[in-house]
T-cell receptor
């Protein structure tokens, strides 16, 4: 299994500002995933972060809006830039446990943009 | 493009009843399928993972089945309890891709 922590757990931010979300895993993993869950909706993948290379973004998500860092095999950050109320969501990071197939999720960061 | 649908969107049942949640997917070339539980405002808890070569998985009162040819999975919950109240999500991983495609979720309420 994998234990994932995220910081902050929640935040209220003003329009036009940026927020960086941290994700820490208790084991070394190749890929880390960032998902968004808008209110009342299911999860949508934002990007996949590999250590030592550029993140791969899904259709509809761009690096300028959601820059990602992956400095090592246990840590990643997602920044939500120039925020608008439409960015109000829960942001979750996820990993596949080493040597396994099951995907595990962090507790999420609940972001409200006013 | 893989699409995952869950029916019903919401379900309320009295405590003690057995129930079935449904998940359907459009592309049968899946690597595995995973069922999650999400409590309000929280992250996801993995319940069961079924590999493409498997037909079912069991954990306690939960049993998940997979029929790739028909593009369906079911999650069976036996002897439901109020603590089972949550949103249940199924997610599919396709071959050659570690990304999960999520269903729309079923919000389950167990009535004491």
């Amino acid at each position: 299994s994998a234990v994932i922590s995220q910081k902050p757990s929640r935040d209220i931010c003003q329009r036009g500002t940026s927020l960086t979300i941290q994700c820490q895993v208790d084991s070394q993993v190749t890929m880390m995933f960032w998902y968004r869950q808008q209110p009342g909706q299911s999860l949508t993948l934002i990007a996949t972060a590999n250590q030592g290379s550029e993140a791969t973004y899904e259709s509809g998500f761009v690096i300028d809006k959601f820059p990602i860092s992956r400095p090592n095999l246990t840590f990643s950050t997602l920044t939500v830039s120039n925020m608008s109320p439409e960015d109000s969501s829960i942001y979750l990071c996820s990993v596949v446990a080493p040597g396994g197939y099951e995907q595990y999720f962090g507790p999420g960061t609940r972001l409200t943009v006013t | 493009k893989q699409e995952v649908t869950q029916i019903p969107a919401a379900l309320s049942v009295p405590e003690g009843e057995n129930l079935v949640l449904n998940c359907s997917f459009t592309d049968s070339a899946i690597y595995n399928l995973q069922w999650f539980r999400q409590d309000p405002g929280k992250g996801l808890t993995s319940l069961l993972l079924i590999q493409s070569s498997q037909r079912e998985q069991t954990s306690g009162r939960l049993n998940a089945s997979l029929d790739k040819s028909s593009g369906r999975s079911t999650l069976y919950i036996a002897a439901s309890q109020p603590g089972d109240s949550a949103t249940y999500l199924c997610a599919v991983r396709n071959f050659g891709n570690e990304k999960l495609t999520f269903g729309t979720g079923t919000r389950l309420t167990i009535i004491p």
